[in-house]
């Protein structure tokens, strides 16, 4: 398909002009204009542009792109080698942040419910970002702990009272710790997000509601391969997932 084509289709079913971001979301870095191959995964770290190209890939997704708000605008450096690899290999770089957390479909938040049984229920928070649902009853702090590293493959950090019985949960993947006090108010059993900060801590403590940290990388991997499944389904385009290991 023309990369004009699948970049105006990417801004109209992921919404991206209804949300205030840290960076541009939609085609960064121009490359090819036919796109018969696609390459996702989590963030556009040479190892996975590397990937890309090796995969003779067309494009490549990611979740975290470049342009953050904030940061040097200069191109050099490890900048300057990620950019370059990809207008060598006319390979187009397309990233979608915040849209992709809050689809509804294929965002990460409702990606990541799938994968740990969670019936989603409202969204809240700014933008509607963050989440809030339920999970099958009888369940606890440390069976829930339980799916997590099954499914996931890691071991999350848990503040909280482990046998505390845990229905009404509310999340929000990557670095998303400054909702948990949102979360605290709607009454919610457990808060899971990717990251942790040193007040989340004295808040779960005090609260006495579970928080529950499994990786920003983590809970991140799934909305961008349910964003390519999709493309696969609607445009016959090859796609696939390549996973960069992080621990973070």
């Not at 209804?18 to 960076?23: G, L, M």
């Not at 969670?118 to 339920?134: H, K, P, W, Y």
């Not at 009454?187 to 609260?207: F, K, P």
């Amino acid at each position: 398909m023309e990369r004009a084509a699948l970049d105006e289709y990417l801004a109209d079913y992921l919404q991206v002009h209804d949300f205030r971001d840290y960076c541009p979301n939609g085609l960064q870095v121009e490359g090819r204009s036919e796109i018969a191959r696609i390459v996702t995964g989590v963030s556009a770290s040479a190892a996975l542009i590397e990937a890309a190209v090796a995969d003779g890939a067309d494009a490549l997704i990611v979740h975290h792109g470049y342009f953050w708000r904030g940061e040097d605008a200069r191109i050099t450096g490890m900048r300057r080698r990620r950019i370059g690899l990809l207008f060598e290999h006319e390979l187009n770089l397309f990233a979608y942040h915040l849209p992709l957390d809050a689809h509804p479909e294929i965002g990460n938040n409702a990606t990541l419910a799938r994968q740990l049984g969670i019936e989603v229920t409202r969204r809240f928070g700014e933008q509607d970002i963050a989440a809030l649902g339920s999970i099958a009853e009888g369940s606890t702090v440390a069976s829930f702990t339980g799916t997590i590293n099954e499914k996931l493959g890691r071991a999350p950090l848990v503040i909280g009272d482990a046998a505390r019985p845990l229905r009404r949960i509310a999340w929000c993947t990557g670095g998303a710790q400054g909702m948990f006090e949102q979360a605290i108010a709607l009454g919610v059993d457990a808060y899971l997000s990717g990251e942790i900060s040193e007040q989340t801590v004295h808040l779960a403590r005090e609260s006495g509601v579970a928080y529950i940290a499994a990786g920003h990388h983590a809970t991140e991997r799934y909305g961008v391969q349910a964003l390519g499944a999709h493309l696969t389904q609607r445009f016959g385009v090859q796609h696939r997932f390549i996973e960069i290991d992080n621990p973070v």
